[in-house]
């Protein structure tokens, strides 16, 4: 993975990006109204395409593809407000054509950002950008000052991010195996993204800056307690002495898909239903993607500095953790797949604390209406009126799985309304 942007990009980007439109790539030139260049349609369709290229194109960990998330609504929400105004920038903008497209900015800065990333899908979003950019004449001001202010924003995000760790080889997990440390579950072999918690955050201090309540004891009451609700709610299904029901395992299930694809649809359902435009909508995936990604950096170091183990090792292996009320069953599984990774503390309920406080802060006012498609069902959603009660089913949903221990999901979930809220109150503020 790239780690440097190179010094000459702005002249690079803006070269590269306009040698693109060739009259022939283009559709039949038709000047757009003021309204239909700003349509926040375009925020929605490359944050899909962000998701495509992430996803579906290069297999990108979950946990750290909410830094590309990240990267990309950032250099959307720079490009539209260096035109529009309205709210501070993340990086520093030159000024911008009074005539630029918004629409054609938010495609450029977006299409750039995630070319840099993701080589290997150039061709593909290059396609993607020239149908973005079909309609505009070839030589207007409106063209050639949203390339410009899309090509200054993908290089302020760009250049922020220099050596910021990603990637970073040197960082790997080496505690060694003993009761209570987690170790890979076969067929896994490594700790997934292990420099994840050592990337440099986009808003937040530290990676550290919010504390979360430590693991509990090995040989404490609250351990064995939480070991056990996992035990008996958390098994495979057929498992004797299950006690989850039909309804709990259903929540399970809906919840045990790619969380981030999830919420990035909630967000894209709710910019189009609420008729946002184009600078709310630009904002609305800044802060929620923002405010993922520096949870998850800070989840991520919990990981490595707390790599507790997960259940299906606790429950297999009591009988060495000290406890006399826990007792092991050797054949015990869990309903969910076990995630590469610690289990102290919870991504999920990391990235669900993030998202939730975001779309409280933007659209919760006594009625979220958020909702959420199941990825494996496309006739199935789930709709959430508050915050409070998507944390809630989410962290229960963990427990239902067999991947966590209560106290694991609940500091987690906390952790990531505390860095929404931190990112709410200094990042994309509104102008005076």
């Not at 292990?194 to 955050?201: A, E, I, K, N, S």
């Not at 201090?205 to 979360?212: D, K, L, W």
């Not at 604390?353 to 919760?364: I, K, Q, R, V, W």
Request: aromatic share 10%; proline share 7%.
């Amino acid at each position: 993975m790239r780690t440097k942007f190179p010094a000459a990009v702005p002249a690079i980007a803006l070269a590269a990006t306009v040698g693109l439109l060739a009259p022939a790539a283009l559709a039949e030139p038709v000047e757009q109204s003021h309204s239909s260049r700003s349509s926040a349609s375009v925020i929605t369709d490359w944050n899909a395409i962000a998701e495509r290229t992430i996803y579906a194109e290069n297999a990108t960990p979950i946990p750290s593809s909410s830094l590309y998330f990240g990267f990309v609504s950032i250099a959307m929400y720079d490009a539209v407000v260096a035109i529009e105004g309205g709210y501070t920038t993340y990086t520093p903008q030159p000024s911008a054509h009074r005539r630029a497209s918004s629409r054609v900015a938010a495609a450029t800065a977006a299409y750039l950002v995630l070319s840099y990333f993701f080589p290997a899908s150039a061709p593909t979003l290059q396609e993607d950008y020239l149908r973005a950019l079909s309609g505009e004449r070839r030589k207007s001001r409106a063209l050639a000052g949203g390339v410009a202010a899309g090509a200054a924003a993908a290089s302020g995000i760009l250049r922020s991010r220099q050596n910021d760790g990603i990637g970073d080889p040197d960082i790997l997990f080496s505690t060694a195996p003993a009761p209570g440390v987690w170790r890979p579950t076969a067929p896994q072999t490594a700790f997934a993204v292990p420099w994840l918690g050592f990337v440099r955050p986009l808003v937040i201090e530290s990676a550290t800056q919010f504390e979360q309540p430590a693991p509990n004891p090995l040989d404490s009451a609250a351990y064995a307690a939480e070991f056990e609700e996992t035990r008996t709610h958390g098994a495979a299904e057929g498992t004797p002495g299950l006690e989850r029901t039909a309804e709990e395992t259903a929540t399970a299930r809906f919840f045990s898909v790619n969380v981030s694809a999830q919420y990035q649809a909630g967000m894209r359902d709710q910019v189009t239903r609420r008729g946002l435009g184009i600078v709310e909508s630009a904002r609305a995936f800044a802060i929620l993607n923002t405010s993922v990604a520096d949870t998850l950096i800070s989840c991520w170091r919990a990981k490595y500095d707390f790599p507790t183990w997960r259940p299906v090792t606790a429950i297999r292996e009591s009988d060495t953790d000290g406890n006399d009320a826990t007792v092991a069953d050797p054949t015990w599984s869990p309903l969910g797949a076990v995630p590469p990774y610690p289990e102290f503390s919870s991504g999920h309920a990391c990235y669900t604390g993030a998202a939730s406080n975001t779309f409280d802060h933007l659209f919760g006012d006594g009625d979220l209406d958020l909702i959420l498609p199941s990825l494996t069902d496309p006739a199935t959603t789930r709709e959430y009126d508050t915050a409070q009660k998507l944390d809630e089913d989410t962290m229960n949903a963990r427990i239902w799985l067999g991947l966590h221990f209560r106290s694991s999901m609940t500091g987690a979930n906390q952790l990531g309304h505390s860095v929404s809220d931190w990112v709410i109150e200094h990042s994309f503020q509104p102008v005076g």
